[in-house]
């Protein structure tokens, strides 16, 4: 029965650690802002010069593939296909931003959505007059993909150029349940002494 207790208490402090994670996000439409904010030497950018990318870096198109030329990505985001995309960093980020050009490829449509694909979270909207502006955020807690959707209704769609992205790797962090995890081995550890005695 002690057994059986001691499981139920491991697994109860560690349901404590493991509770919901919230994004804090701070936006930026300022580069050098942006920098400020961030370690500016652990800085990735992709600049779309060639078909190969950065390390770990990704596009996940769903609804239509885009094409990377003359050192841009262009593609589309339409709610009524839908169509949208997801840039992926596989390490985990603290950080994106990128140039987004939304009149000049097609005409000003309806603005894009900015989303923490790991959880939907909407971050920012960039808005169709853009031509060119950075657009990012930085949070508090790692996070893997940021997702562009269409921010306005059916029938219109929006065509953009992403001139360059950036991201910021986040470090590998040391979970809060290893110092619960600890300190009950080391509980443990006594109380078997203890009852070995």
Do not use: C
């Amino acid at each position: 029965m002690k057994k059986i207790a001691y499981v139920f208490m491991f697994l109860l402090v560690m349901s404590f650690a493991a509770g919901a994670q919230a994004y804090t996000v701070t936006t930026y439409t300022n580069y050098v802002s942006f920098l400020n904010a961030i370690d500016p030497s652990a800085l990735v950018v992709e600049n779309f010069d060639d078909g190969t990318f950065e390390a770990g870096f990704s596009l996940t198109e769903t609804g239509g593939a885009g094409v990377v030329h003359y050192g841009v990505y262009e593609n589309i985001v339409d709610k009524d296909v839908p169509r949208f995309q997801v840039y992926n960093y596989a390490p985990g980020m603290s950080a994106f931003g990128g140039w987004f050009d939304l009149k000049n490829p097609g005409g000003a449509g309806t603005g894009i959505n900015m989303y923490i694909n790991d959880d939907n979270t909407l971050v920012t909207a960039i808005p169709n007059t853009n031509e060119g502006q950075f657009v990012g955020f930085v949070t508090d807690t790692r996070f893997y993909g940021v997702r562009l959707e269409d921010a306005g209704g059916s029938g219109i769609q929006e065509t953009y150029f992403a001139v360059d992205v950036a991201m910021v790797p986040n470090p590998v962090p040391v979970p809060p349940a290893i110092f619960l995890l600890g300190s009950g081995l080391l509980g443990l550890g006594f109380v078997r002494r203890r009852n070995n005695k």
